[in-house]
């Protein structure tokens, strides 16, 4: 069983960074895709990118693509998620996840592992 633990969110302005991290423990994710996804107050939880197990392949949802990028450092068990010029839509808590498989996936059905999520607040 592995655990992710997130860290690094907090309160920015719109246009700022913050860059989040998920260090994993009890079992190695270097095989495994990682994603992260994010959920706002009276919303569905949406996904928001994704790096398969290599980090060959990333995918990133329409509305974080140019701003967010998702990177993972296996050698420390840690995926990131780098957050420029952030919105206030950008607000939500953020939780990463590890994938039940190697290939990059947006379904939240395929990730088998969550951390408790970090909250991003964005203020205009």
């Known amino acids: 069983q592995v655990q992710l633990v997130e860290s690094g969110g907090g309160l920015v302005q719109a246009g700022g960074s913050l860059r989040l991290s998920c260090a994993a423990s009890?079992?190695?994710?270097?095989?495994?895709?990682m994603g992260w996804f994010r959920q706002a107050p009276g919303r569905e939880g949406e996904f928001v990118a994704v790096?398969?197990?290599?980090?060959?392949?990333?995918i990133a949802a329409d509305s974080v693509q140019g701003r967010f990028t998702i990177s993972r450092d296996n050698a420390k068990n840690t995926v990131y998620l780098q957050m420029n010029s952030l919105k206030p839509e950008d607000t939500a808590v953020y939780y990463c996840?590890?994938?039940?498989?190697?290939?990059?996936?947006?379904?939240?059905?395929?990730?088998?592992?969550w951390g408790q999520g970090t909250q991003v607040t964005v203020s205009s």
């Open positions: 009890g079992r190695t994710v270097m095989l495994y895709a």
């Open positions: 996840a590890k994938a039940r498989g190697q290939r990059a996936t947006m379904r939240k059905n395929d990730y088998d592992s």
């Open positions: 790096m398969n197990w290599s980090g060959g392949t990333t």
